[in-house]
């Protein structure tokens, strides 16, 4: 087919296009973003370009004035090119990425915003076996019968004749956009078209129809919507290979720590806009530098799905969270329809779908369906128990038989937000910590063995413990000690983890009073939540067989300091897996297998939601873990300082 | 619920809304029309209204720019009413139905454009026992329970919950409008809601979710949208009962007769636009007469059928036809998902739904299913015809074992239009004529007994077969005979059927030669496709058991006079039933019915194509059809002149 070079200014980027593809498309593949919120339908008018040289045809609208069509306005995604063609985007059209500005973010976040990092995601590989490979969009190539005097299906007609040679399809959706182009798109391409088919609840929706062969290229992102992280992956739906994993914090923080600051914010005027834009931006910033790196064409990316907590997918689509902070607690939805993804502002093919994993309730999220179907602890026949550590707790006991689920406002202590030199599980964290017990020296390891820049939530479990085998603390974390790295504060104690010259960044790296008193909130939370939730159900800790320790550690978590401070029970180490981002991993199986998303949509309606602050016992339990490990030593039997 | 006066301006138009309706939706309860493109999802941008008084809340968009906040200019679609208010609807979102200047109109329709007439339908009645009565859209009233901390299912769930208990679902889908209204508006309802339910293809769409009990107000409107003429109901979906009929001149008649001339004009530049924009303005015009004198809210329309020809459905979508004229005759598509109305410039509930009556090929088209739906040829057993005459005529033969259906260039003469006083068959419209054989007077009768303003279809055929008769008219159609009502002028000569004097119009009603002319091509185009199809398929006319004779042609048609002029075959009038406009028929069994709608599938999926043009004995045959009644006498056996 023949393509001509398509320039945009004032970027000057060129791409070379094939005839009649848009111009929208053509500015996708050049990377340079342009404004749509309709997907392409012509209906926002949010595309607006200036063509300055080339011929174009272009498709009836009401949104382009008279006065508007003399200067050579064109909506970009209606209009398609016939030659060469030089293109202005007016600043009006331009897609930000950033309508935050660093140093907004920067001023809560410290100065670790930048870009987003890379993690090695942990059980990353796609189970195969579990799940059948049948991915949320599929790319089917299709060389159709030319049509004759005796053969005179419409063109609509044929491509679903042809898709149902090839599969069971009950029911196809198609939207008009495909539609209307089909007529000259089918005669370009001589009959030979590439159609992506997205699995839109029960039916097949036609997402897009494309001339030749395209089925090479067909990508999807998967995304755990953290509280305080936002992790997302790039995926090739054809080799079912995770190409790159990214994760940085959501731009919501610069709004509050916790999902109730965040609903609170989002009850004020603009609250719920800026904070939709402020998750929006992150994840299309994970998404801009993923196909980046990987060289990809933003309009190959068709799908994705996302797994998040209940307020976090709230505000993604822009639904009031109002009421999940308000008895009983309801949200206004736990199972979502499949959207288009420009629907909720994700930049990826304009046609492309998004899909959030069902959650259970207000604070048991689509994260943690994702978790227990990455688990599998939804098949097992032992009793199992899912703690994953975030910003927002949740713990799921249960097996094949039963399934219920609790959450606990933990905070973001662990995932390095709201101390002193927090970060994020990322280069430069330190993520394993030792301590001399006589000099208190202390020798660490960073994540990708770079000079240190901060503490992450295994680097902080692993200080504790040792601080408290030192005696450095005390078991309520107060810092009893004295040496060169313990110094007093106008705020109290803190302790040097490592001196300014050690450091990748402009100051000590350190531990005070106020930090260990923020973490051993933390780690009472999950831990007096899954003791009530094993109570609640009649259990006791000794008839668990498996506990599956998932959360945005990286690649590392010490099981047996995070017993020693009291964060996970003293169960014996046998008993523990590690299993990273349990919900970032569910979703990639779900964006692998349309088998993974019915099975999650039968995961979240087993699971039953158990209410923690509605049991008279939480408050005492919470009480006594408020020390390390906990008031109660006998729960701690092999824990010894 | 508490209401509130929304006044606006510069209309001075007032009405009550309950608290937190969004101004769009009483704008349209007010008879104020804004623009809306997107259906109230808030991208389009079209419906921007200025606040002048009182207090609203705004859901947050895109699209408002902060300095049109500054001026308190809100999208009308996400904002609600919390008091009294005016509000001004600028220009730039008013929606015009009258893009087309009724002078630019009149050049080719005479001084017929108006308001769409009242028209009595033929088989109006919805055939009870046929079809289970089962609306294209219902209303369901639900009474939630409400959420406690043991029965804490989200809103939607809830709904989906309640749904379920009533009926069988499969597949519910919902999109974000309505998920983003819901935390609010079942609150404020005190969990009292009415969901509107739209079959969307194979699966159930809410369509929408209203406070209270409003399931008594439940419209749709179904419409023939013929080349010519367009014909549209007022239903109510509750009692099934047709509340009005309306029929008016297609918009679309400026741009050209017939299909072919209009399917070059779409190829234009802005052709396409142009074409779209005057077939939704008839559509709309109709629709907004209708409500205005049924008194009914245009919210309370909740979605329409549309059979037409398959340019006309393409053009109704705004989708290109250009194939449909080329070799081999291949339209984008027959077979067309349910869409929003809004989406094709329908003005309803903008969360309303569009079905298309499925076509069969690129002349044969969602009329002639609907047709055959409302002739009931599909299901009988003895070989039937129908033969629908209009602009495009369609002849389909068969039974319950086969159909096969055919089309004729007819053109526009039998619809009242091309010809010198013709006119639809609408109040003052001739329609029944007889001459005296001595004197030439005439007798005549017009529709509602008015002053006569022209002649309609069947008039035309009460007048040629009375010229005939007479002998005013030889074979040919040449005026033979000499008398004060015949004149010579220009171009030949002329019958005057009523002196100015009698008439409610300014001039002669009169026929002339070129009209006959014009007549006789369109009759022997009907017969002669006719008698080619029966032919075609190795059967003679004896075989025929009923012919079912269609078209607008209002309530009267002398089938006796039809076949002395030729235009229908010689069998004996026991064989033929007059239905009426059995498109609109059709499509309004398909608006009341789920049944009828999976049946016209069926029924369009049945229908076999037969291109006329490529048998060799069709231009034989139509030349011998150009006499009254036929060169070959003995095939009208019973006509004597």
């Known amino acids: 087919m023949q393509k001509f070079k398509v320039t945009f200014m004032p970027d000057n980027k060129s791409v070379l296009a094939e005839k009649d593809r848009t111009i929208l498309s053509a500015a996708i593949s ?27 045809s272009t498709q009836p609208n009401g949104i382009i004035t008279a006065e508007e069509r003399k200067h050579n306005i064109y909506l970009s995604c209606l209009t398609n090119i016939h030659s060469d063609l030089e293109v202005e985007i007016p600043e009006s059209s331009r897609l930000s990425f950033d309508s935050l500005t660093p140093s ?37 190539y299709l060389e159709l019968p030319t049509p004759t005097l005796d053969d005179n299906a419409g063109d609509l007609e044929r491509i679903y004749r042809a898709l149902r040679q090839l599969g069971d399809f009950p029911v196809i959706q198609t939207g008009l956009f495909n539609i209307r182009q089909l007529g000259e798109l089918l005669r370009d391409s001589e009959w030979k078209v590439t159609v992506t088919l997205g699995k839109r609840n029960d039916t097949v929706e036609i997402v897009l129809v494309e001339p030749g062969d395209t089925t090479d290229k067909n990508f999807g992102f998967c995304f755990d919507v953290g509280t305080t992280t936002i992790s ?29 600051t965040r609903i609170v914010y989002a009850g004020q005027s603009d609250g719920l806009e800026r904070l939709h834009e402020a998750v929006c931006n992150t994840m299309n910033q994970i998404i801009r530098e993923l196909i980046l790196e990987h060289n990809i064409d933003l309009n190959d990316v068709n799908c994705v799905v996302c797994s998040g907590n209940t307020t976090m997918i709230h505000l993604l689509l822009s639904v009031d969270p109002a009421h999940i902070r308000k008895d009983p607690y309801v949200p206004t939805a736990n199972f979502l329809p499949v959207l288009r993804a420009a629907e909720a502002g994700i930049s990826i093919n304009p046609r492309g779908l998004l899909s959030c994993v069902p959650g259970v309730s207000s604070y048991v999220g689509g994260d943690t369906t994702a978790g227990v179907l990455s688990s599998g602890i939804y098949q097992k026949d032992e009793l199992c128990i899912l703690i994953d550590i975030g910003t927002n707790g949740e713990i799921v006991l249960g097996n094949k038989d039963f ?35 006589t000099g208190f020296e202390v020798k660490y390891s960073s994540i990708g063995d770079k000079k240190p ?22 078991k309520g974390g107060k810092i ?46 999950i831990y007096s939540a899954t003791a009530i939730l094993v109570k609640h159900l009649g259990l006791c800790f000794t008839q668990i067989s498996r506990i599956f320790i998932a959360g945005g550690f990286g690649t590392y978590l010490d099981i047996e300091k995070a017993v020693k401070i009291g964060l996970l029970p003293d169960l014996g180490l046998a008993k523990f897996s590690f299993i990273g981002n349990s919900a970032l991993a569910g979703a990639s199986q779900i964006l692998l297998s349309n088998q993974a998303m019915t099975m999650a949509n039968n995961i979240a309606s087993r699971i039953t939601y158990f209410e923690l602050s509605v049991d008279p016992g939480y408050m005492d339990e919470y009480s006594q873990a408020l020390f390390f490990p906990h008031t109660d030593l006998t729960k701690f039997p092999t824990v010894k300082f």
């Open 30 to 56: 050049a990377g340079v973003y342009v404004n749509s919120v309709c997907g392409g339908d012509g209906v926002c008018g949010r595309c607006k370009v200036i063509l300055k040289k080339g011929q174009v």
């Open 104 to 140: 907004q973010v920067g001023e809560r976040l410290g100065s670790l915003y930048s870009k987003a990092e890379d993690i090695q995601p942990v059980n990353a590989k796609f189970k195969e076996g579990l799940f059948k490979h049948s991915p949320f969009a599929t790319k089917l």
């Open 232 to 260: 997302g992956q790039l995926v090739d739906l054809n080799s079912k290979k995770i190409l790159g994993t990214k994760a940085t914090y959501n731009q919501q923080a610069t709004f509050g720590n916790d999902v109730i």
């Open 403 to 437: 399934l219920v689920a609790c959450a606990a406002s933990a905070g973001p202590a662990f995932e390095g937000s709201g101390v002193t030199s927090g970060m994020r599980a990322s280069n430069g964290a330190i993520q394993k910590i030792s301590i001399d017990k």
């Open 480 to 525: 009893k000690a004295a040496g060169r790295r313990i110094r007093q504060t106008d705020t109290g104690k803190e302790f040097v983890v490592c001196f300014k010259e050690e450091t990748d960044i402009s100051s000590d790296i350190v531990i005070n009073e106020a930090d260990i008193e923020n973490l051993k909130r933390s780690k009472a939370a």
């Open 453 to 474: 820049k901060g503490i992450c939530g295994s680097g902080y479990i692993d200080l504790l413990s040792s601080m408290l085998e030192a005696g450095i603390i005390d």
